[in-house]
């Protein structure tokens, strides 16, 4: 498949695992420079390892994305890695656990917002004006099912996720 993607930079959040890492792997191969991420670096580096077996570029770069530093340390570690980033994928995130309404806390709902939608914000505000300067760029919000079919638990991640997919900007 050949989608015109030769040469973008994209940075996944929550590569280092799971889809986020599949996803790196499948742009790599359109021949994307790819930004891992995650909070555990050396899983970051295997699979940045595991793209450039197969020919790709990749970078590692760790970082929490719960704290401003975190998501800055991420966003720089592109910007000297590729002098900028085109495509954002805001993957990290989910929840813990689902609960039960009653049994989740206000602390817990501020954590799962915090995952789902303050830090895919934050890196959106850090590289949405770069994109802007240079006339190209892409976001992507991985979200869930629940965001439109809530299920009886884990009423913080469906809300959470709802959020995530209603961040629009007019034009
Ligand atoms: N799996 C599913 O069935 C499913 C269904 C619907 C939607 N989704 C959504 O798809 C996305 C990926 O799901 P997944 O199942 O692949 O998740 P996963 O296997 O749990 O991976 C989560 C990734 O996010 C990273 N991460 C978590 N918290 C972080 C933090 N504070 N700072 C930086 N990185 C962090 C993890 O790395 P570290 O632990 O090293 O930080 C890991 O790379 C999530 O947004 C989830 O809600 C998943």
């Not at 015109?4 to 996944?12: D, N, V």
């Not at 570029?57 to 530093?69: F, K, P, Q, W």
Request: aromatic letters at 4%.
């Amino acid at each position: 498949m050949d989608l015109q993607l030769a040469g973008k930079r994209a940075l996944i959040t929550g590569s280092n695992s799971g889809i986020g890492a599949e996803i790196a792997k499948t742009l790599a191969k359109e021949g994307v420079k790819i930004i891992i991420t995650g909070r555990n670096q050396e899983r970051a580096f295997q699979v940045a390892e595991a793209i450039m077996q197969e020919g790709g570029e990749a970078i590692a770069v760790s970082g929490d994305l719960s704290t401003v530093e975190g998501v800055r340390q991420i966003a720089e570690g592109a910007d000297v890695a590729f002098q900028g980033i085109d495509i954002l994928i805001n993957n990290a995130g989910g929840t813990e656990d689902l609960k039960a309404w009653m049994d989740t806390s206000p602390q817990e709902w501020e954590k799962t917002y915090q995952a789902n939608v303050i830090a895919p914000v934050r890196l959106i505000q850090l590289l949405v004006p770069q994109m802007k300067k240079q006339g190209w760029g892409r976001i992507i919000q991985i979200a869930s099912v629940a965001a439109t079919r809530p299920l009886a638990v884990g009423a913080d991640y469906a809300a959470a996720k709802a959020a995530l997919v209603n961040l629009k900007e007019k034009n």
